[in-house]
């Protein structure tokens, strides 16, 4: 029976029922254009205001031209499938949910202008990162926060464990993946189930679609039976639908107020090298103590009360203070900001960007995706022209071979345009670690492509004059010891493959 147990993964039948979809109505809208001349003339008409309306519409170019193309080649069917898909918003009904969510806890989440004065009077460019991600994502900037960066998962994961254990009041985890199969997991769920047998208040938030192969149907079932409160982020149905495309990619931790993890890392055995997946995995953690876990304690109770749809608790009772005697010293500010596709507003691109252009001296990055639109490629060109030292890790061994071929696609522009790209030989790199003249850094959840900055809900940490932007340059240092420049004569693929890969940049918007 094992052999069949793949085949009737939840994964691979959602896969045939929507692939059913998909086929019946290709078939059906085929049969009625041959029988009839009208309907031919009223999808085209269709697809030819669609296109305009896509041309006007305030929108990525990049994703204008992802759609703009397949309407002209097939403008039958083109045209209707951009009305039924196009828009890349979360459903109507979850951004009303959501929204009027994050409204109850806008009014907690305030910026003390003291801090924010301090800052620009000690750094202009640092002052408008600050400013833009207190304005537009709304998450403030503190002081009173200790933080520390652990440059894999495996060093990091007894760490996190022995604070799990600590906790005395609640634990929030939200995860974009968990394997139910894996040593992680199995070893942090019998932590959550001892602390929910003492009292402590713990839930769970995990991605359906990011655990559609790795976690039952409806396995939220089998942890609330533990006395786990837990919930399933945009259940996965078998239909057609781009709800379905907008997850949950946060990787957040919160315990009692005042301790919090976050960054690349799911709850899996590649995660912490347990288990060997694509090379050596590697990944990026930080933990918090102190005023700034307050924001990753918002960004979970937003996401959860609008999952649960839970009543109305008493928010103040999760401040970082309500569990602690004491204030943790400042050693510089600490920023956790979270991204999310219900507004028009990109800030995970955004305060990457404004790190590149605030660059003077060098700016490292780590990514395992490099799917990129014209304004992150030219923004990257200009810093490196202007003589800042703009380097790139992405993986040596891929996870995703299609993506990779992508990723490598965009390799030529960047070092014509003076910019250095490293694979990291020894595996797969999945941090998403950026670094800039010792002055910044950047940890969180957020990879250099489309899906993540724009379809998935995303979280991150800014940090400015603390020591982990210390610890970022000296791990990126290292990883870049460990990787291989790729000099433009390597970089001339053959016309197949610089075929397929022209295909996929133009489609990269939509994958």
Known sequence: MKIFKPLMSRLIIVGILILIQVLWGFSLLTKLTEYSDELNTVLAIISVFVVLYIINKADNPAYKLAWTIPILLFPLFGGLLYLMFGDKRPSKAMRIVMDKVSMRFKPYLVQQEDILQRIKEEDKAAYGQVKYINDCAHFPIYEHTEASYHKSGEECFPIFLEELKKAKHYIFMEYFIINEEDFMWKSILEILKQKAAEGVDVRLLYDDAGCVALLPYKYYRKIESFGIKCAAFNPVVPLLSLVMNNRDHRKITVIDGHTGFMGGWNLADEYINKKERFGYWKDTNVLLRGDAVWN??????????????????????????????????????????????????????SVY?????????YIYMT?????????????????????????????????????????????SQLVEGRVKIYQFTPGFVHAKSFVCDDKFAVVGTINMDYRSLYLHFECGTFFYHTPVVKAVKEDLTELIGQS?????????????????????????PLM
């Open 353 to 361: 960007l404004n790190m590149i252009n605030a660059a003077q001296d």
């Open 484 to 508: 291989a420049l790729q000099e433009k004569s390597m970089l001339h693929a053959r016309l197949p493959k610089r075929l397929v890969q022209a295909v996929l940049r133009v489609l990269a």
């Open 367 to 411: 990514t395992p995706y490099l799917v990129i639109d014209n304004e992150m490629m030219t923004a990257l060109i200009l810093a490196a022209k202007r003589g800042v030292d703009v380097r790139i890790v992405t993986p040596g061994i891929p996870d995703k071979k299609y993506v990779f071929l992508l990723t490598q696609s965009y390799y």
């Open 296 to 349: 990753l304690t918002v960004m979970f109770l937003t996401t959860w009360s609008s999952v649960r749809g839970s009543k109305e608790e008493d928010i103040r009772s999760y401040l970082p203070d309500e569990h602690l005697d004491k204030k943790y010293e400042s050693n510089g500010y600490v920023q956790p900001y979270g991204d999310s596709p219900l507004d028009r507003e990109p800030v995970s691109e």
